[in-house]
């Protein structure tokens, strides 16, 4: 069983710039995509970005497309997501998850594709 474990995240101020990181162990990482969702308070967990298994094709969600960025680096097991240009509506828990299946063809929005999930860490921004 994948265990994620999460580090980064904190305050910033709008405009700035935040990176999370998501170190994966006990399990097979390079085969499967890679997902960063987040929560905030009584809001339903939602979709920002993804990343193949390979790291070659990246997805957004259209909130977060063209300001963060998620990269993986597949020796060391761990997924990045570079948040730049921070809202106040990027407040949120945000957590990694990896796919339930590997070399899945289709990309996973969905948080029910994913199977392990890190702790969650959490990303403030003021305004």
């Known amino acids: 069983q994948v265990q994620l474990v999460q580090s980064g995240g904190g305050v910033a101020q709008a405009g700035g710039s935040l990176r999370l990181s998501c170190a994966a162990s006990?399990?097979?990482?390079?085969?499967?995509?890679m997902g960063w969702f987040r929560q905030a308070p009584g809001k339903e967990r939602e979709f920002v970005a993804g990343?193949?298994?390979?790291?070659?094709?990246?997805y957004y969600s259209d909130s977060v497309k063209g300001r963060f960025s998620i990269s993986r680096d597949n020796a060391k097991n761990t997924v990045y997501l570079q948040m730049n240009s921070l809202k106040p509506e990027d407040t949120a828990v945000y957590l990694c998850?990896?796919?339930?299946?590997?070399?899945?063809?289709?990309?996973?929005?969905?948080?029910?594709?994913?199977?392990?999930w890190g702790q969650g860490t959490q990303v403030t921004v003021s305004s």
């Open positions: 990343i193949s298994g390979t790291g070659v094709n990246t």
């Open positions: 006990g399990g097979t990482f390079s085969g499967y995509a």
């Open positions: 998850a990896r796919d339930r299946r590997p070399f899945r063809t289709v990309f996973a929005t969905s948080s029910a594709d994913f199977g392990s």
